[in-house]
């Protein structure tokens, strides 16, 4: 089942029972210049998630968690991290508990010029209670030494990992949506898949019931339903409403095209020629070797 309309986030939050969602996932307008923010104030941001997350506290069940997807507001070089104002709200209602700061990077971007070129946004992930779903098994990634053996102890000689594989850790290289992307629709910030399907497996139960307050283009109604949990979500915006119906629909149909969760990153071939130094580059731009200057 699910459910996507056309509506405001806090009057669609205020429209949930309590303690009826299983998981809160999503990535809210920050005023980073798209078209559909509201508000260019941090102290904006922060009044309207003092509402969220009393609204988000009240929804979720106990045991149930919020995933907060946000990056930073940069103006005029100057950083401020969004996450640390996210945080001090939530942590605030005395419901929510931070459980882990995931960092999801990404190699492509916006390219600097004054200062390190911004590759990772995070996720702040609240649960509500300390009796918690997650499903770590369902998550796991391959081992990097699966032959791996405990060297000394009781258990010396046995093998040290775990068959299924290890915990993925607060780090995720997940490539992000841009123009040549499997899944990119006309949205300009949209969420791949992959990075809302790992919450889902791990945080949401079976036939559990995911909802997202700023839908965009849908990315995580996919992720729900294509992991068999219900959903619900909401959108300000009449296009990407449409949008995020018809991936739906057509995840339903098993006819959506999205890049699998555990794709390895694309590594070029060396013999590609984007792959190439010009040669052109080579001779006026790289320092030639000590032995050449003397």
């Known amino acids: 089942m699910y459910k996507i309309i056309k509506q405001d986030a806090l009057r669609f939050l205020a429209g949930l029972p309590d303690n009826s969602i299983d998981l809160a996932v999503s990535s809210p307008p920050y005023f980073i210049g798209k078209e559909y923010d509201t508000s260019c104030s941090c102290d904006d941001f922060s009044r309207a998630h003092v509402q969220l997350a009393r609204e988000l506290a009240r929804v979720v069940k106990r045991g149930g968690s919020i995933c907060w997807q946000v990056g930073s507001h940069v103006l005029d070089n100057v950083v401020i991290p969004l996450d640390a104002i996210v945080y001090t709200t939530f942590a605030e209602s005395g419901l929510l508990k931070l459980r882990n700061r995931i ?44 032959g791996k053996r405990h060297y000394k102890g009781p258990n010396q000689g046995k093998l040290s990992g775990n068959p299924l594989g290890k915990n993925p850790g607060d780090v995720w290289d997940i490539p992000n949506v841009k123009s040549n992307h499997i899944e990119k629709t006309e949205h300009p910030c949209q969420f791949p898949v992959a990075l809302v399907q790992r919450l889902v497996k791990a945080l949401c139960p079976q036939n559990g019931l995911v909802i997202d307050p700023y839908l965009g283009s849908g990315s ?6 294509s992991e068999g949990r219900d959903f619900m979500g909401c959108d300000i915006e009449a ?56």
């Open 103 to 146: 960092v999801w990077t990404f190699g492509h971007g916006v390219h600097c010029s004054r200062r390190f070129s911004g590759r990772h946004e995070t996720i702040l992930w609240f649960t509500k209670g300390d009796d918690y779903h997650f499903d770590l098994d369902a998550v796991r990634v391959p081992q990097k030494y699966p």
């Open 220 to 225: 995580s109604a996919v992720a729900a339903i």
């Open 239 to 294: 296009r990407y409403i449409k949008i995020a119906q018809k991936r739906a629909k057509d995840c339903v149909a098993g006819t959506l095209k999205t890049r699998p969760l555990d794709l390895p990153i694309h590594v070029p071939n060396a013999n590609d020629s984007v792959a190439q130094m010009p040669a052109h580059w080579k001779r006026e731009f790289q320092p030639r070797s000590p032995e050449l200057v003397r």
